[in-house]
């Protein structure tokens, strides 16, 4: 089902798989991102299993009628760059945004891109300043070009700051600029220049494809830009359970790279398929070795308008302190220890949400979001497990860990 719409400037790509909760967030986040410009919103579903599509299909029919949404069931899981790719193929839009299922958008940062995209007239492609669900920056929102000896110090330990390529640290978190290397849960574009570069290389299933679409563009001799005057929420560990599946597309995406980009004699090869077997056994162990768990809430602030909301979760949580507050207090969250935050869109804006996390992120509390016109809250702690999703209503259990 899909509402159609005409003179698209946005076509925003999403592509899912059992992330049902957290896709509902970030449409929801879209949506709001949408008010002021002409766009639609594509979801290509890789055969889920959980209640996604159904959710898609009301959020749908409840959709504002000024914005046309599409959802693709495929059978099957067909990986990550052939579904944007199929995504892309039906956007109507000039420009194109590829998102992850697992983001929160702020309701200006569609607006703020378009307008920073018009000043320059040799843009490839553009990324969003990412920070995780515990408001602390994602260092893969700008990045240097993998090259073996970049990656070589990496594996070694060689701080990015030292030699300035991995993480692109010739630019600050906070300021705009070029870079070489941007990360696939946030990527925006032309439409005409994705087509010109034949969109995601399909050989990857996931992983290392954001690298490649980058480099290629780069080699077309466009050029890339970190956008850091808009901030946009990753969760990061919910796209794709992290297991030895996961560690196995990883290391495949990084030989398929290095074969296509960097075959250079046998030494190097050699060199360079050591250096991936060692990542590979190195993740393997530590991915072994870490168990994610949630912290017990003891003490939370509410921060929104409902007080029949903080009435269900007092019951919901029975923590030693629950406080309610209509608006963010930051001295009252530190002055009472609080370790957890519940912060509800029903009532404060996705940017004032992405704000006050990074305001709060070395604070060592946790954050958990109220989705607009939702019975749970959602967050995450850790970039490398999955995040919770916990109905607030009293007799329901914990949706999602």
């Not at 920070?131 to 240097?144: D, M, N, Q, V």
């Not at 004699?265 to 991936?276: A, R, T």
């Not at 629950?322 to 220890?337: C, F, G, P, Q, R």
Request: overall charge positive.
């Amino acid at each position: 089902m899909s509402k159609e719409k005409n003179n698209i400037e946005l076509s925003i790509i999403i592509v899912s798989y059992n992330v049902r909760y957290f896709l509902e967030q970030c449409l929801l986040s879209v949506q709001d991102a949408c008010k002021n410009i002409n766009a639609e919103i594509i979801i290509i579903d890789n055969n889920s299993d959980d209640t996604s599509c159904e959710m898609v299909n009301i959020f749908i029919e409840a959709a504002r009628n000024d914005i046309s949404v599409k959802l693709i069931t495929n059978k099957e899981n067909i990986g990550f760059s052939k579904a944007n790719n199929q995504g892309v193929t039906i956007a109507k839009g000039k420009y194109v945004l590829i998102l992850n299922p697992d983001t929160v958008v702020a309701e200006d940062t569609f607006e703020k891109i378009i307008n920073f995209a018009k000043t320059k007239t040799n843009l490839g492609a553009l990324g969003s300043k990412l920070i995780g669900g515990t408001g602390h920056f994602l260092p893969e929102s700008k990045r240097g070009i993998p090259t073996p000896r970049v990656s070589f110090n990496k594996l070694l330990g060689v701080s990015s700051k030292q030699t300035g390529k991995y993480y692109a640290s010739h630019l600050k978190d906070d300021e705009s600029g070029i870079v070489e290397i941007l990360v696939g849960a946030f990527m925006f574009l032309k439409k005409d220049i994705y087509t010109e570069v034949k969109g995601f290389d399909e050989d990857y299933f996931m992983y290392g494809e954001d690298i490649d679409l980058s480099y290629k563009i780069l080699k077309k001799g466009y050029q890339n830009y970190y956008f850091a005057d808009t901030q946009t929420i990753h969760y990061k560990g919910e796209s794709t359970k992290k297991d030895v599946k996961y560690l196995r597309y990883f290391y495949g995406a990084m030989n398929i790279f290095y074969k296509k980009h960097f075959k250079l004699n046998v030494i190097y090869d050699f060199l360079m398929s050591f250096g991936i077997h060692f990542w590979y056994l190195m993740k393997y162990f530590k991915l072994k070795t870490t168990e994610i768990s949630h912290k017990k809430i003891s003490k939370f602030i509410y921060i929104g308008k409902d007080a029949s909301t903080f009435a269900k979760l007092k019951i919901k949580i029975n923590s030693k302190l629950a406080i309610h507050h209509t608006s963010v207090s930051i001295e009252d969250i530190l002055i009472n220890k609080i370790d957890t935050i519940i912060l509800d869109n029903n009532s404060i804006a996705n940017k004032e949400i992405i704000k006050t996390i990074q305001q709060l992120k070395d604070k060592q509390i946790s954050f958990r979001f109220i989705p607009r016109d939702c019975n749970y809250f959602i967050g995450s702690d850790s970039s490398f497990g999955r995040g919770e999703v916990v109905s607030i209503l009293k007799k329901n259990v914990t949706l999602h860990r």
